[in-house]
């Protein structure tokens, strides 16, 4: 049974910078697409960024520059750097395995002064 566990979130202020992680089981991240999704509020879920099998990486055209996505193979980890953070990033932040249809249980991210 393939596991998505994020964390990272929190408080930021604007300008600042916070990196997401989810923690993968039941699966090798290094072997599967990834993807950071989010949800901000009263809106519905938007693609963030997506790493591949073999790591192609796309992202939000407004996050492009800002977010990073990276994964560990040795941790099974899969992480979201994202720098330069602006209100309209506060969201809830979900980890996705595309091909198991799996979706994490969300992380709250809220920028603001």
């Known amino acids: 049974q393939v596991q998505l566990v994020e964390s990272g979130g929190g408080l930021v202020q604007p300008g600042g910078s916070l990196r997401l992680s989810c923690a993968v089981s039941?699966?090798?991240?290094?072997?599967?697409?990834m993807a950071w999704y989010r949800q901000p509020p009263g809106k519905q879920r938007e693609f963030v960024a997506r790493?591949?099998?073999?790591?192609?990486?796309e992202y939000l055209d407004s996050v492009k520059g800002r977010f990073t996505i990276s994964r560990d193979g040795d941790k099974n980890m899969v992480y979201l750097q994202m720098n330069s953070l602006e209100s309209e990033d506060t969201a809830v932040y979900f980890c996705?395995?595309?091909?198991?249809?799996?979706w994490g249980q969300g992380t709250q991210v809220t920028v603001a002064s």
């Open positions: 996705n395995a595309p091909s198991y249809h799996t």
């Open positions: 790493i591949s099998a073999l790591d192609t990486i």
């Open positions: 039941g699966m090798r991240s290094e072997f599967n697409a």
